[in-house]
């Protein structure tokens, strides 16, 4: 048998987001990628799981690491174009 209500007559399906899995350690996270920008979302981990053993020794939060890393450099870069952009605009033309 087939369906006859629409999906759009259904009320949308909400995503659950979980709390940060970082808890009150995202700011350490970006002060580390702030000092060294090249460095892996891996050895982040691992630093964490060196600070907070009792909350990150399983590395169960790696992926989440992962993403962060990834929105983080995102943001960076993302600033970084704007920025030179916006310099460039700000400069006065040359006749």
Same mark, same amino acid.
């Given at each position: 048998m087939r369906r006859s209500?629409? &999906?759009w007559l259904l009320p949308a399906r909400r995503s659950v987001q979980m709390?940060?899995?970082l808890g009150g350690h995202r700011g350490v996270v970006e002060g580390w990628l702030i000092a060294d920008p090249t460095v892996s979302a891996k050895a982040l981990m691992e630093r964490l799981a060196t600070l907070v053993p009792e909350a990150y020794a399983s590395k169960a939060q790696l992926r989440t690491v992962? &993403?962060?890393v990834k929105a983080w450099r995102a943001g960076r870069a993302k600033d970084m174009v704007l920025g030179?952009? &916006?310099m460039r605009d700000a400069?006065?033309?040359e006749v």
């Open positions: 209500i629409s &999906r709390g940060g899995t992962q &993403r962060r030179r952009l &916006r400069m006065p033309a």
